[in-house]
């Protein structure tokens, strides 16, 4: 049976999650809870909430949505075919394996990719094509089912992109992942099909503001076998399901207003709210109909908030779906909603870590933990709040973490790889490859510390190094074909400065830069090395070679530049 539960506080969510965990039957004692979350952040929250109300919080299976399907898809449909080849990171070969093959036969193709294609264009819109591809077999299944049949329309893209999906149903096989999905659904929904023991003895949907729709069916089809609890972060109290954003509003101008129902009510819903609203319309269908909602009473009833604050006004009012038609009279002290102009992301965080200094200081029960700062771009912001909230010491230092950020934009040795691997695009500015020899890693490779770089970097800035490794970089970028203010300039005068001291004497064009002192030929000649090598990789890195040696030579490279350190995670 498929049971929805939904509140407007997730701590509240939290705390019926904790109580239906503990009337739960499992099969033995050391059998795991399965939740499927939105994203890890919420996992652990959630882990947090069941501990501090429960006592403990253990043997939790937290997956996503997408991993819990398609991991179950074999238990739930007998003889499936494995589908990892229809996964976005293994389509994009597939497609870049077929795309001359197909542009053979499509004129539009032929014409995007040319005669004499560069690889890198192939690469990039095979990668682009993975991504369609991969939305579409999520969210436009029927789509695809009527390419598999030829039926496409005769519009761009549709007219191009229908005979590259066909040619890797060919290649890869006739049952993708909509086809087993739909299959899967259809072997659930059968009273007579048989399941193995191994489904979970009931699942639980935590926080889930968004499903797409093929994913809620399957849900649904497979609560026809075990419980499955939806605990849905739902704003508001009444259906909305059937409003729509100005946008959309505008899209039916021409029908009588007494017909758009609810799409004249409350604008933050409606602008903000899509996923969740798109979400409830599929668990209100005709399709889901034997939902139940359990009546719980008093314990999950919506609290309508304070109202002498801003944002209680609007929490209230988007709860009860009722936009006010005159401003409310506010509290003297009203600071519930506050707006801050800042000139920079350095700027924006600076003032969030002295607003929230004065959260705390004013309110002893509020504790880090219980702040949320949400951001609209993680890795933008995530220098500046290293640098803010990591440099705070004392009264003044806030314990936090960064979520929501991949392991490729946020541990220091992959973001080094990566610029290593754009190497042969790089401009080469002195602040990206300073910061390359700055990684803990690579300055134990090199014998560099950081007294020896803060010199360095005097030292370069003084000799006139910006950006370009020589005139070849900058005629390149089509700034000239001089050398000045590039690497080999500056390095030029550095390493004649340790020669001669005289600054006035011209040797072969170039002026010395002398004012180096104690330990500065060993640094210098440090970083000398270094830039070889930097220099050395780009220039092979530019040349074609087969996977075998690509890793060959990525491993020759990763264990030339970094020195791994045992206590380094």
Same mark, same amino acid.
């Given at each position: 049976?498929?049971?929805?539960?939904?509140?407007?506080?997730?701590?509240?969510?939290?705390?019926?999650?904790?109580?239906?965990?503990?009337?739960?039957?499992?099969?033995?004692?050391?059998?795991?809870?399965?939740?499927?979350?939105?994203?890890?952040?919420?996992?652990?929250?959630?882990?947090?909430?069941?501990?501090?109300?429960?006592?403990?919080?253990?043997?939790?299976?937290?997956?996503?949505?997408?991993?819990?399907?398609?991991?179950?898809?074999?238990?739930?449909?007998?003889?499936?075919?494995?589908?990892?080849?229809?996964?976005?990171?293994?389509?994009?070969?597939?497609?870049?394996?077929?795309?001359?093959?197909?542009?053979?036969?499509?004129?539009?193709?032929?014409?995007?990719?040319?005669?004499?294609?560069?690889?890198?264009?192939?690469?990039?819109?095979?990668?682009?094509?993975?991504?369609?591809?991969?939305?579409?077999?999520?969210?436009?299944?029927?789509?695809?089912?009527?390419?598999?049949?030829?039926?496409?329309?005769?519009?761009?893209?549709?007219?191009?992109?229908?005979?590259?999906?066909?040619?890797?149903?060919?290649?890869?096989?006739?049952?993708?992942?909509?086809?087993?999905?739909?299959?899967?659904?259809?072997?659930?929904?059968?009273?007579?099909?048989?399941?193995?023991?191994?489904?979970?003895?009931?699942?639980?949907?935590?926080?889930?503001?968004?499903?797409?729709?093929?994913?809620?069916?399957?849900?649904?089809?497979?609560?026809?076998?075990?419980?499955?609890?939806?605990?849905?972060?739902?704003?508001?109290?009444?259906?909305?399901?059937?409003?729509?954003?100005?946008?959309?509003?505008?899209?039916?101008?021409?029908?009588?207003?007494?017909?758009?129902?609810?799409?004249?009510?409350?604008?933050?819903?409606?602008?903000?709210?899509?996923?969740?609203?798109?979400?409830?319309?599929?668990?209100?269908?005709?399709?889901?109909?034997?939902?139940?909602?359990?009546?719980?009473?008093?314990?999950?009833?919506?609290?309508?908030?304070?109202?002498?604050?801003?944002?209680?006004?609007?929490?209230?009012?988007?709860?009860?779906?009722?936009?006010?038609?005159?401003?409310?009279?506010?509290?003297?002290?009203?600071?519930?909603?506050?707006?801050?102009?800042?000139?920079?992301?350095?700027?924006?965080?600076?003032?969030?870590?002295?607003?929230?200094?004065?959260?705390?200081?004013?309110?002893?029960?509020?504790?880090?933990?219980?702040?949320?700062?949400?951001?609209?771009?993680?890795?933008?912001?995530?220098?500046?709040?290293?640098?803010?909230?990591?440099?705070?010491?004392?009264?003044?230092?806030?314990?936090?973490?960064?979520?929501?950020?991949?392991?490729?934009?946020?541990?220091?040795?992959?973001?080094?790889?990566?610029?290593?691997?754009?190497?042969?695009?790089?401009?080469?500015?002195?602040?990206?490859?300073?910061?390359?020899?700055?990684?803990?890693?690579?300055?134990?490779?090199?014998?560099?510390?950081?007294?020896?770089?803060?010199?360095?970097?005097?030292?370069?800035?003084?000799?006139?190094?910006?950006?370009?490794?020589?005139?070849?970089?900058?005629?390149?970028?089509?700034?000239?074909?001089?050398? %000045?203010? $590039? #690497? @080999?300039?500056? =390095?030029?005068?550095? &390493?004649?400065? /340790?020669?001669?001291? *005289? +600054?006035?004497?011209?040797?072969?064009?170039?002026?010395?830069?002398?004012?180096?002192?104690?330990?500065?030929?060993?640094?210098?000649?440090?970083?000398?090395?270094?830039?070889?090598?930097?220099?050395?990789?780009?220039?092979?890195?530019?040349?074609?070679?087969? %996977?075998? $040696? #690509? @890793?060959?030579? =990525?491993?020759?490279? &990763?264990?030339? /530049?970094?020195?791994? *350190? +045992?206590?380094?995670?």
């Amino acid at each position: 049976m498929f049971r929805l539960y939904h509140h407007h506080d997730l701590g509240r969510l939290a705390e019926l999650l904790a109580v239906l965990l503990g009337r739960q039957e499992r099969r033995h004692v050391l059998e795991a809870d399965t939740i499927i979350v939105p994203n890890q952040g919420v996992a652990r929250w959630l882990q947090v909430q069941i501990a501090q109300s429960e006592g403990i919080a253990a043997n939790l299976h937290m997956p996503l949505s997408a991993r819990f399907i398609w991991q179950l898809i074999p238990d739930t449909l007998p003889g499936a075919p494995d589908s990892q080849d229809f996964e976005r990171s293994r389509l994009r070969w597939h497609l870049y394996a077929l795309l001359p093959e197909v542009a053979a036969q499509e004129g539009a193709l032929a014409k995007y990719l040319g005669g004499d294609c560069p690889d890198i264009l192939r690469l990039q819109l095979a990668d682009k094509l993975a991504d369609v591809f991969d939305q579409y077999l999520i969210y436009r299944p029927d789509l695809l089912e009527a390419w598999d049949r030829g039926a496409e329309a005769r519009r761009q893209p549709e007219q191009w992109q229908a005979p590259v999906w066909r040619a890797l149903t060919r290649r890869l096989g006739p049952r993708h992942r909509a086809r087993l999905l739909r299959e899967s659904i259809e072997h659930l929904g059968a009273p007579t099909s048989v399941l193995p023991d191994r489904l979970p003895k009931a699942l639980y949907c935590f926080g889930l503001g968004a499903l797409p729709p093929e994913y809620l069916k399957f849900l649904y089809a497979l609560a026809s076998r075990i419980p499955v609890h939806f605990l849905l972060l739902n704003p508001c109290k009444a259906y909305w399901g059937d409003i729509q954003s100005r946008r959309g509003r505008l899209d039916r101008a021409m029908e009588p207003e007494e017909e758009l129902g609810l799409e004249t009510d409350h604008p933050l819903l409606a602008s903000l709210g899509r996923g969740t609203r798109d979400l409830l319309r599929s668990l209100y269908s005709d399709e889901l109909s034997t939902i139940v909602e359990p009546e719980l009473g008093d314990a999950m009833a919506y609290a309508i908030p304070d109202s002498k604050h801003l944002l209680g006004q609007v929490q209230a009012s988007i709860i009860q779906m009722q936009v006010p038609k005159q401003p409310q009279p506010l509290a003297t002290d009203e600071v519930s909603v506050q707006i801050h102009a800042c000139h920079g992301v350095l700027r924006e965080i600076e003032v969030l870590h002295d607003q929230l200094l004065d959260l705390l200081s004013r309110d002893p029960s509020l504790q880090p933990r219980d702040i949320l700062v949400m951001l609209p771009d993680v890795a933008r912001y995530a220098a500046a709040i290293e640098s803010v909230f990591g440099a705070a010491s004392g009264p003044r230092n806030l314990p936090f973490s960064l979520s929501d950020r991949s392991r490729s934009s946020s541990h220091p040795i992959m973001q080094s790889f990566r610029r290593l691997l754009d190497l042969p695009l790089s401009r080469w500015p002195a602040s990206e490859i300073l910061a390359l020899a700055g990684v803990p890693a690579v300055m134990r490779r090199f014998g560099l510390d950081e007294a020896a770089l803060q010199s360095l970097r005097q030292w370069l800035d003084q000799a006139g190094v910006r950006w370009g490794w020589d005139a070849s970089t900058r005629s390149a970028f089509a700034a000239g074909s001089q050398d %000045a203010y $590039s #690497w @080999q300039f500056g =390095l030029d005068r550095l &390493l004649l400065g /340790l020669l001669q001291s *005289d +600054e006035d004497s011209l040797v072969c064009g170039i002026a010395p830069w002398s004012d180096l002192e104690g330990s500065a030929g060993d640094d210098l000649g440090r970083l000398w090395h270094f830039l070889q090598q930097l220099r050395e990789w780009s220039e092979s890195l530019e040349q074609p070679c087969s %996977a075998q $040696s #690509w @890793q060959d030579r =990525l491993n020759h490279m &990763l264990a030339t /530049l970094f020195l791994g *350190d +045992e206590q380094d995670s």
